[in-house]
């Protein structure tokens, strides 16, 4: 069985050709399947990062209020994906596809109730309480199920693992850059510019939603012309079975086990380390904690961002999508411990922390393209074993664990918090000696300890080619039809 082909070793070259062999992805379908995943991000980035700051500074709803809406949708959020995951994996579309046709339907109606979400209908304050959590259920049952189609695509676009792989990495790349883009909004957002064009934040933060909320989803829809090469019949088990089947991907159990306990972290959020306890002189020109923070991410992540698009090349090389993971957190370990000693006192002492931290996170920024890959060769498994795919309620369980870890973290850094003193009450410059030392090594060395928990996990997911090989060959004798008719209609 061909693992590869010649042209992965250059990613760029021919992107906008299509290669004719049968259960390969064409380039330009990898490049609109990015492109869509970039725009679906830059909605998603914008609602996260916008809709709490909108409704308590521009509708001037109470903050606590607004705290139990996003708690209870949290809650809800949790539990809506496996449900939608698993109720998409028991349908079939009319064409006989799976989850392709949801990337075309569902873009529209989910950047209007996004935008609707930023839109001041002076109503008294229950009242539009009432509202905003009504939408925002409506968006977020929407969002899931298209966030579990464009996900899912994955192990759908292609028969062939290595193929997969290839599919990831560039999706990977197109979500980062659409989380990117919606990172602008606060630019555009300045008080300065706003003045200069005499508008107010309400009418910019309403424009920026229509931009990137409904402009985010309408680009998402290019997505849609990813085919899916992957055909099965539609499941007659029952919903729990559905579920339950799930006992048999030891590989997604792993793997979620692994990314929920590197959330376990004794570790704070940048801004504590950097505002509290970062100041630069040079010459005349004062660099603050927030100026140093910006820089710092954006130095320290560059080079990770640039290796993403030879990423498949460097995980072949390196020994597989197991090993890259292994490889990864263990270089954040090293240079973690290395950066501690050499410190952030001094601008020169900063800077080589900033290289060695830099080094440390190239392989960090591959991992999701591992948790991908492994995870669509998982559902394969899954389906050699029990005739079952589990697409959807697979990824979805992705999304869970990274709500579940999220919120875990931040109940960890509030306990964190009081460890060390922090008093709110006082500025982050003026806290006591106890909460200034303890900066440094949690910032530094905190993240080491979910490390290790998540090494130890990891270990254990068995990464076989042979066995993948072994699989896929059965799989394709198995789907017979089903797959050939998705190959000739993708042809056509």
Not at 99 to 116: H, Q, S
Not at 120 to 137: C, N, Q, S
Not at 468 to 477: G, T, V
């Given at each position: 069985m061909q693992?590869?082909?010649?042209d992965?070793?250059n990613?760029?070259?021919n992107?906008?050709?299509?290669?004719?062999?049968?259960g390969?992805?064409?380039?330009?379908?990898?490049?609109?399947?990015?492109?869509g995943?970039?725009?679906?991000n830059m909605?998603?980035?914008?609602?996260?990062?916008?809709?709490?700051?909108?409704?308590t500074?521009?509708?001037?709803?109470?903050?606590?209020?607004v705290?139990?809406?996003q708690?209870?949708?949290?809650?809800?959020?949790?539990?809506?994906?496996?449900l939608?995951?698993?109720?998409?994996?028991?349908?079939?579309?009319?064409?006989?596809?799976?989850?392709?046709?949801?990337?075309?339907?569902?873009?529209i109606?989910i950047?209007?109730?996004c935008?609707l979400?930023f839109?001041?209908l002076?109503?008294?304050?229950?009242?539009?309480?009432?509202?905003?959590?009504?939408?925002?259920?409506?968006w977020?049952?929407?969002?899931s199920?298209?966030?579990?189609?464009?996900?899912g695509?994955?192990?759908?676009?292609?028969?062939?693992?290595?193929?997969?792989?290839?599919?990831?990495?560039?999706?990977?790349?197109?979500?980062?850059?659409?989380?990117?883009?919606a990172?602008?909004?606060?630019?555009?957002?300045?008080?300065?510019?706003?003045?200069a064009?005499?508008?107010?934040?309400?009418?910019v933060?309403f424009i920026?939603?229509?931009?990137?909320?409904?402009?985010?989803?309408i680009?998402?829809?290019?997505?849609?012309?990813?085919h899916?090469?992957?055909?099965?019949?539609?499941?007659?088990?029952s919903?729990?079975?559905?579920?339950?089947v799930l006992?048999?991907n030891?590989t997604?159990?792993l793997?979620?086990?692994?990314?929920?306990?590197a959330?376990?972290?004794?570790?704070l959020d940048?801004?504590y380390?950097?505002?509290?306890?970062?100041?630069f002189?040079?010459?005349?020109?004062?660099l603050?904690?927030?100026?140093?923070?910006?820089?710092?991410?954006?130095?320290?992540?560059?080079p990770?961002?640039?290796?993403?698009f030879?990423?498949?090349?460097?995980?072949d090389k390196?020994?597989?999508?197991?090993r890259l993971?292994?490889?990864?957190?263990?270089?954040?370990i090293?240079?973690r411990v290395i950066?501690?000693?050499?410190?952030?006192?001094s601008l020169?002492?900063?800077?080589?922390?900033i290289?060695?931290?830099?080094?440390?996170?190239i392989?960090?920024?591959m991992k999701?393209?591992?948790?991908?890959?492994l995870t669509?060769d998982?559902?394969?498994?899954?389906?050699?074993?029990?005739?079952?795919?589990?697409?959807g309620?697979s990824?979805?369980?992705?999304?869970?664990?990274?709500?579940?870890g999220?919120a875990?973290?931040?109940?960890?850094?509030?306990?964190?918090?009081r460890?060390?003193?922090?008093?709110a009450?006082?500025?982050l410059?003026?806290?006591?000696a106890?909460?200034?030392?303890?900066?440094?090594?949690?910032?530094i060395l905190?993240?080491?300890?979910g490390?290790?928990?998540?090494?130890?996990?990891?270990s254990?997911?068995?990464d076989?080619k042979e066995q993948?090989?072994?699989?896929?060959?059965?799989?394709?004798?198995?789907?017979?039809?089903?797959?050939?008719n998705?190959?000739?209609?993708?042809e056509?």
């Amino acid at each position: 069985m061909q693992e590869g082909r010649s042209d992965v070793k250059n990613p760029i070259k021919n992107l906008f050709s299509r290669d004719a062999e049968p259960g390969y992805v064409p380039n330009n379908e990898i490049f609109a399947y990015a492109t869509g995943l970039a725009g679906q991000n830059m909605s998603y980035g914008f609602q996260t990062g916008w809709w709490f700051y909108f409704c308590t500074t521009i509708l001037k709803m109470d903050s606590v209020r607004v705290g139990y809406i996003q708690g209870i949708t949290r809650i809800w959020d949790a539990v809506n994906d496996p449900l939608v995951g698993t109720i998409m994996d028991r349908r079939r579309c009319k064409s006989g596809e799976k989850l392709r046709p949801y990337l075309k339907k569902l873009p529209i109606p989910i950047g209007l109730v996004c935008v609707l979400l930023f839109v001041d209908l002076h109503l008294p304050e229950f009242a539009a309480i009432a509202v905003m959590l009504a939408a925002y259920l409506v968006w977020d049952v929407l969002y899931s199920a298209q966030d579990v189609a464009l996900w899912g695509m994955i192990p759908l676009s292609s028969p062939h693992s290595h193929e997969r792989s290839r599919v990831a990495q560039w999706v990977s790349i197109g979500a980062g850059a659409g989380g990117a883009i919606a990172g602008i909004f606060p630019i555009l957002d300045s008080q300065n510019l706003r003045d200069a064009i005499g508008i107010s934040e309400k009418l910019v933060i309403f424009i920026g939603a229509l931009v990137f909320c409904l402009g985010g989803e309408i680009i998402s829809m290019s997505a849609y012309r990813i085919h899916e090469l992957v055909r099965t019949e539609k499941p007659t088990e029952s919903f729990f079975k559905s579920i339950s089947v799930l006992r048999h991907n030891r590989t997604l159990i792993l793997i979620s086990l692994a990314r929920f306990l590197a959330f376990l972290s004794l570790s704070l959020d940048w801004q504590y380390f950097f505002k509290s306890s970062v100041s630069f002189q040079i010459g005349g020109m004062h660099l603050d904690g927030e100026t140093s923070q910006l820089l710092y991410g954006m130095l320290m992540g560059a080079p990770g961002a640039l290796m993403m698009f030879a990423a498949v090349p460097f995980i072949d090389k390196l020994g597989g999508m197991k090993r890259l993971l292994l490889f990864s957190e263990s270089a954040n370990i090293i240079t973690r411990v290395i950066t501690y000693f050499i410190g952030f006192s001094s601008l020169p002492r900063a800077l080589v922390s900033i290289l060695i931290m830099a080094i440390g996170q190239i392989p960090m920024s591959m991992k999701d393209i591992a948790h991908r890959s492994l995870t669509s060769d998982s559902i394969d498994y899954v389906e050699w074993k029990t005739g079952m795919r589990t697409e959807g309620v697979s990824f979805s369980v992705q999304n869970l664990i990274s709500k579940l870890g999220t919120a875990t973290s931040s109940i960890i850094k509030g306990y964190v918090l009081r460890f060390i003193k922090y008093d709110a009450s006082r500025d982050l410059r003026q806290q006591g000696a106890t909460f200034n030392k303890a900066q440094w090594p949690l910032f530094i060395l905190g993240p080491i300890v979910g490390s290790i928990l998540y090494i130890i996990a990891i270990s254990f997911v068995k990464d076989d080619k042979e066995q993948k090989a072994f699989i896929e060959q059965e799989l394709r004798a198995r789907r017979g039809d089903l797959t050939e008719n998705a190959a000739a209609e993708n042809e056509t």
